[in-house]
């Protein structure tokens, strides 16, 4: 099943299910650190050619997605790494 165009990878779609979760952890640092070194670690042991240049496009569309009141073309161009 293809996401945004992009072909759905399994660690795309294990980030996909985490994302709403690290989204609403970013105010509690220590939560979200906590989160992050879970998902890292699970990711490492599972997946060995990660294209984060792929994830970039889901990944904005998901913040628009979770963030409709807040998300801003500040936030757009913020990303934009």
């Known amino acids: 099943m293809g996401i945004m ?7 795309m779609q294990e980030l996909l299910e985490v994302f709403a979760v ?7 640092p220590a939560s979200l650190l906590e989160e992050c ?4 670690i699970n990711m490492n042991n599972r997946y060995k050619d990660i294209n984060f240049d ?14 409709p009141k807040t998300w801003s073309m500040t936030h757009e161009t913020a990303w934009e790494w």
Request: hydrophobic share 50%; proline share 3%; aromatic share 6%.
């Open 37 to 40: 070194d879970l998902l890292s």
């Open 22 to 28: 690290l989204v609403d952890r970013i105010s509690k």
């Open 54 to 67: 792929k994830f970039k496009p889901v990944m904005l569309a998901a913040l628009r997605s979770l963030l």
């Open 5 to 11: 165009g992009e072909e759905a990878e399994g660690w």
